[in-house]
T-cell receptor, first 111, second 110 residues
Framework: DTAVSQTPKYLVTQMGNDKSIKCEQN?????MYWYKQDSKKFLKIMFS???????INETVPNRFSPKSPDKAHLNLHINSLELGDSAVYFC??????????FGPGTRLTVT | RKEVEQDPGPFNVPEGATVAFNCTYS??????FFWYRQDCRKEPKLLMS???SGNEDGRFTAQLNRASQYISLLIRDSKLSDSATYLC???????????FGDGTTLTVKP
């Protein structure tokens, strides 16, 4: 069983479009995260939710809107995509000691 | 100064070598520490947590030095399959977020 799953795995879209990435975890954790890893491989946190409530919102353009319908799901919606949004987006689930389990990533390419 | 800093490398070592990476952190109140491994085009995977007393898992040993504010990862008897990027993560509090280092790239050569 996949602990943290994300869809889609690849996303190619044009500038200005709106897209969503879905994430689900079956680990029973209360905390979930979205990270962005850019072309230089730096992993930066974007958002963190605990039991459906937003607890961390880093300096991210408000074109990015996370939504957590329940504690097992954390989706990411991106409006008006820009070239600079091209990156790999990882969802993660956090254990009780804040160890994190990552999904396989969504490789977003904006053309 | 960055919250978490790692030597980016790359570290190129022969099979069988012992290699060590350090990761320094700036927040002295940090409470939990981790090492992750990331293979090319894959997600980071938890390698080990780092405890105050240090911990060992096979060929891998992690240490915490609170006085000097760094954690270390020692890999003994390197294997080709150890080639990856190693990320450290530091959490300022149990309720806070982990900050990741930018990673250290290791290549083990035959």
């Amino acid at each position: 069983d996949t602990a943290v799953s994300q869809t889609p795995k690849y996303l190619v879209t044009q500038m200005g479009n709106d897209k969503s990435i879905k994430c689900e975890q079956n680990l029973g954790h209360d905390t979930m995260y979205w990270y962005k890893q850019d072309s230089k491989k730096f992993l930066k946190i974007m958002f963190s939710y605990n039991n459906k409530e937003l607890i961390i919102n880093e300096t991210v353009p408000n074109r990015f809107s996370p939504k957590s319908p329940d504690k097992a799901h954390l989706n990411l919606h991106i409006n008006s995509l820009e070239l600079g949004d091209s990156a790999v987006y990882f969802c993660a689930s956090g254990g009780s000691g804040d160890e994190q389990y990552f999904g396989p990533g969504t490789r977003l390419t904006v053309t | 100064r960055k919250e978490v800093e790692q030597d980016p490398g790359p570290f190129n070592v022969p099979e069988g070598a012992t290699v060590a990476f350090n990761c320094t952190y700036s927040n002295s109140a940090s409470q939990s520490f981790f090492w992750y491994r990331q293979d090319c085009r894959k997600e980071p995977k938890l390698l080990m947590s780092v405890y105050s007393s240090g911990n060992e898992d096979g060929r891998f040993t992690a240490q915490l030095n609170r006085a000097s504010q760094y954690i270390s990862l020692l890999i003994r008897d390197s294997k080709l399959s150890d080639s990856a990027t190693y990320l450290c993560a530091v959490n300022p509090s149990l309720a806070g977020k982990s900050t990741f280092g930018d990673g250290t790239t290791l290549t083990v050569k035959p």
